[in-house]
């Protein structure tokens, strides 16, 4: 076809998708505002993407409010392999409510099972979220499975690890291909940090609390003591999350900046890292 000046102009429908480059690691942030949705991000989910050979694998950890809107932008929620939770809290699992939905009722019809970790209790706590009776609750669309040890899944390999948080709360330590994922989960000062972000590629770090307040023990982080696990654990780079709407995320990033002299920022929806 030619264009107004004559020129030959390739069809639009003729453009190339670039496949996915083999053995990479890409990590995807669905959502990370604090403890409830901000008004410009869900609330905690990040995509975990690996390509081998033969295909890209998908894992999802978290699946907060609002986070399945914004998943379907960055991949289909069909394609998705596994869920890690990594508490029960709402503003980490309770899309998993809708997820039931889109798994049980699609046009193309109910959907295989895809096993979801997470803490004692998860498929009893989600099925009462929507409402279910307790058996079979969702087990029909996900095969609940308890964190214990580490899981291999793909070329994935999820070490959990059991943080500080009034509730069963875990990290995880997600590795491919020689890359290291550290994810916090939601969790206060513990040297269980340490083992979860040693020499990570990419730690992504809860800091839901300013230095300056009188903040409560047991429950999550600021952003100095985000940027020093950083240091102590030779993370080569801190992405600062879970940031509640009523802080000012800048107040994170500068303790944490100061507490860490490696490259950090602030977690912002849609951003994509490649390790």
């Given at each position: 076809?030619?264009?107004?000046?004559?020129?030959?102009?390739?069809?639009?429908?003729?453009?190339?998708?670039?496949?996915?480059?083999?053995?990479?690691?890409?990590?995807?942030?669905?959502?990370?505002?604090?403890?409830?949705?901000?008004?410009?991000?869900?609330?905690?989910?990040?995509?975990?993407?690996?390509?081998?050979?033969?295909?890209?694998?998908?894992?999802?950890?978290?699946?907060?409010?609002?986070?399945?809107?914004?998943?379907?932008?960055?991949?289909?929620?069909?394609?998705?392999?596994?869920?890690?939770?990594?508490?029960?809290?709402?503003?980490?699992?309770?899309?998993?409510?809708?997820?039931?939905?889109?798994?049980?009722?699609?046009?193309?019809?109910?959907?295989?099972?895809?096993?979801?970790?997470?803490?004692?209790?998860?498929?009893?706590?989600?099925?009462?979220?929507?409402?279910?009776?307790?058996?079979?609750?969702?087990?029909?669309?996900?095969?609940?499975?308890?964190?214990?040890?580490?899981?291999?899944?793909?070329?994935?390999?999820?070490?959990?690890?059991?943080?500080?948080?009034?509730?069963?709360?875990?990290?995880?330590?997600?590795?491919?291909?020689?890359?290291v994922l550290a994810y916090s989960g939601d969790t206060g000062p513990t040297g269980t940090l340490m083992d979860i972000a040693a020499d990570a590629d990419l730690f992504l770090c809860e800091a839901s609390f300013r230095s300056c307040d009188d903040n409560p023990p047991n429950?999550?982080?600021?952003?100095?003591?985000?940027?020093?696990?950083?240091?102590?654990?030779?993370?080569?780079?801190?992405v600062v999350t879970h940031v509640p709407p009523w802080h000012d995320a800048a107040t994170m990033l500068a303790e944490a900046e100061a507490a860490y002299d490696g490259p950090t920022e602030l977690a912002v929806q849609g951003t994509v890292y490649e390790l």
């Open positions: 076809m030619v264009d107004e000046s004559g020129a030959d102009v390739a069809p639009a429908t003729t453009a190339l998708r670039v496949p996915p480059t083999p053995n990479t690691v890409k990590v995807t942030v669905v959502g990370c505002s604090g403890s409830y949705p901000g008004p410009d991000s869900p609330a905690s989910c990040y995509l975990v993407q690996a390509t081998d050979s033969l295909r890209t694998w998908s894992l999802v950890l978290d699946m907060g409010n609002g986070a399945l809107g914004a998943l379907q932008r960055y991949v289909d929620p069909l394609q998705v392999d596994a869920v890690f939770i990594s508490h029960l809290h709402a503003d980490h699992c309770v899309d998993m409510t809708s997820y039931y939905v889109l798994r049980k009722y699609h046009p193309t019809g109910t959907q295989p099972k895809i096993p979801v970790w997470g803490p004692k209790g998860t498929a009893k706590r989600l099925a009462k979220a929507y409402d279910l009776p307790r058996k079979p609750g969702m087990r029909e669309e996900f095969s609940f499975r308890v964190y214990r040890d580490p899981i291999e899944i793909g070329p994935f390999r999820v070490e959990p690890y059991e943080v500080d948080h009034p509730v069963p709360a875990y990290g995880l330590r997600v590795s491919a291909f020689g890359k429950l999550h982080l600021t952003g100095t003591e985000a940027g020093d696990v950083a240091t102590k654990a030779g993370a080569k780079r801190l």
